[in-house]
Every structure is written in C-alpha cells, then in structure tokens.
C-alpha cells in the first residue's frame, strides 16, 4: 500500500482531510524548529555569561532580544517548559562555609540604614564576606556594593580573614569611586572582626565616611551585599574550576565583570549595574528604601458560610517569611505579597 493512500485512508477514518493532516505535520516541525533554535540560543547565553546558574527568569528577556525580528514567540511558561524537558533548570545548593566573627572587645557601630531612602549612587555602600572553593582551595571573597545601582565597586581575593584583606577591598572602592562631600556616603556592614578593626574604620573615618552595622544576629539587615554574594556563588563560583597555577583573582574579577555589566539585574528593570551607576540610567523604582520593617500574621481560614473581615499579612511557604520583600529581590517577582506597615502604625493598634 502506497503512502499517500495510507494516509488518505486514516484521514477518513478520523473525518479529517489530507490537507488537515499536512498542515498539522508542518506545524510540528516548525515547533521542534523553533524549540532547537531556543535551546541553542540559551545555550550560547550561558556561554557567553560564563555560567549555566541563570535560570528562566533571567533568560527571558535576553533570549527575546535575540529573536526580536523573528515570528517566533516566548512566554514565560514556555521557556520554562523546555528547560525543564531538557534538564536545563536551576537547582539550589546549600551553605558549607561561615566567615562571620562578631564576638570580640572592638566597638561596634549602630545601624544608620534602616527605612533609609536611597536616591543615588555612592549613598551607602554594602560590604560582606564570602568564601569560593575551588578544589580542595577556600579562598576568602570581600565584597562592597552600590546599595542603589547594585555593582560591585570593590573586592579582593585572600586565604585569610584578615583585616588588611578587607582594607584592600575598600581601597579599590575608594580609587574606582571618590567620595564627593563630607559624610555623604555611608558604609554598611555586619559586625565582623574585619569592619570594626583599627585599620578599616580608620579608613573610613579619613575619607569622612559613616559607619553603621547590623544589630547582633540580624543578617536580614546586611541583605543587599547577602544577596550580592548568592549571586556570584550560584550562577557562578560553585561551578567555576581553577587549573593548576591559575590566579583565581583574576578568574573572579572576570565574573564580576560579567556581573556588572552584562547580567541584567530583575530589581533593575532588566538594566545591569553599570548601565545604573555609570551612564545615570534610573531603577524603575528612582528610590530605594533600605531595612524596612514588616509585620507578618497567618491568614485566617473563616468557617464555612461566615465572611473574613480579618486583615492579614501574607507569608511564604511552610509559614517562613518572604526572601522577596527584602530590598534584596522585588517581592512583585512572588505570586504572594506583603503589606509595610511602620512600627509606630502597629503600636497604636494595640494600644
């Protein structure tokens, strides 16, 4: 039996034309051709960025740059879709390393950052440590960011957790960054050994720099730089490998420059770092408010038949509280929200 007649005589069984069944054939191998060309242009972004940690939600507006001008369409349930049935989704990893020593004599500073408004750069610098491992090698990572525009304007990389590492860091930030007017700039930190010694608030100190930290226990209030270092650690330095004798200082400057000025940042407006920071481009938000403070209850489940006229605050899963409503990551990304209320607000409701 020929094809064609093989055909003709299944489209009759089913009541469909042989046009019908052309027609459909064509569609699929436009889909199979369209869902190749997606994969290989994903594949080509992760390449480029040097990581296979971005995941759908930083993929889609790049892929959809590259096929501007196509008839080709993506949504986000799509995308996501074909990474999912190509094994190309993000899977999260847990934290091995602490690099946070508070306990010591050296004086600690208050925390000047809470519910602050941030309107520009070089505001309020955000500084933190964390650890790369490459091999059986732990180096030591110091950080300082740009609260507003999000780059990372320092860094340095050392074995040790010493204060003169953290030095380094700052001295890169300053030279890259000078400080325009007295007291105009405020620096950030948790209570590390490293931030409250001699040579580091000296430091800050003469190029007439405020000083503020976290309370005892409250990396929430250093969420910014916590989020910066996720980052990095993620989408790039656990997958990242050093050959023998390589620098991994100028491995890592390679990734930060990636970060800056390629990585386009959600809380940005899909704008990168540098394009905030050095071309004056503005967030989507002109302001950013740091350290806000939320109140958080379950939602009450009325009885069946009765009306809830209970206000309530939403909260994320197993009753944890939202990673998104942090001035770390736009809680607009969630498919749940949460309402700010002041705590003088909240006082004189219970009273």
């Not at 369209?34 to 994969?39: L, R, T």
């Not at 250093?222 to 620098?247: C, P, Q, S, T």
């Amino acid at each position: 039996m020929r094809p064609s007649i093989a055909v003709y005589i299944l489209c009759g069984l089913f009541g469909k034309t042989k046009q019908a069944f052309y027609k459909q054939v064509s569609t699929i191998k436009d889909e199979m051709v369209e869902q190749a060309m997606i994969i290989e242009i994903i594949r080509k972004i992760r390449k480029r960025a040097k990581t296979k940690r971005w995941g759908g939600r930083k993929l889609l507006g790049l892929v959809r740059n590259e096929i501007a001008g196509t008839s080709i369409k993506l949504g986000r349930d799509r995308l996501f879709y074909l990474l999912r049935e190509n094994g190309m989704l993000v899977k999260p990893r847990k934290r091995r390393y602490f690099t946070t020593q508070s306990h010591h004599w050296l004086r600690k500073y208050d925390n000047l950052v809470e519910n602050l408004v941030v309107s520009g750069v070089n505001r309020l610098w955000v500084s933190d440590i964390t650890y790369v491992k490459f091999g059986n090698e732990v180096f030591f990572l110091y950080l300082i960011t740009d609260a507003y525009s999000q780059k990372i304007v320092g860094f340095h990389v050392s074995t040790d957790l010493k204060a003169d590492s953290a030095v380094v860091a700052l001295r890169m930030a300053l030279r890259s960054n000078p400080v325009k007017g007295t007291y105009s700039l405020i620096h950030h930190s948790d209570r590390g050994v490293q931030y409250c010694s001699q040579q580091y608030t000296g430091l800050l100190n003469k190029h007439k720099i405020l000083i503020s930290m976290t309370r005892p226990a409250s990396p929430q209030e250093n969420a910014i730089a916590e989020r910066v270092n996720g980052i990095l650690k993620e989408e790039w330095l656990y997958d990242m490998e050093l050959e023998k004798g390589e620098n991994p200082f100028r491995k890592i400057k390679q990734v930060i420059g990636i970060y800056n000025s390629i990585r386009p940042h959600n809380s940005l407006d899909g704008l990168t770092p540098c394009q905030i920071h050095e071309k004056g481009f503005l967030r989507h938000n002109t302001e950013r408010v740091i350290g806000k403070t939320y109140n958080y209850t379950k939602k009450a489940i009325p009885k069946q038949g009765q009306p809830s006229n209970t206000k309530h605050y939403a909260i994320g899963p197993n009753d944890y509280s939202l990673a998104g409503c942090s001035p770390a990551g736009p809680a607009s990304a969630l498919s749940w929200h949460c309402k700010y209320e002041p705590k003088k607000l909240i006082e004189n409701k219970n009273e």
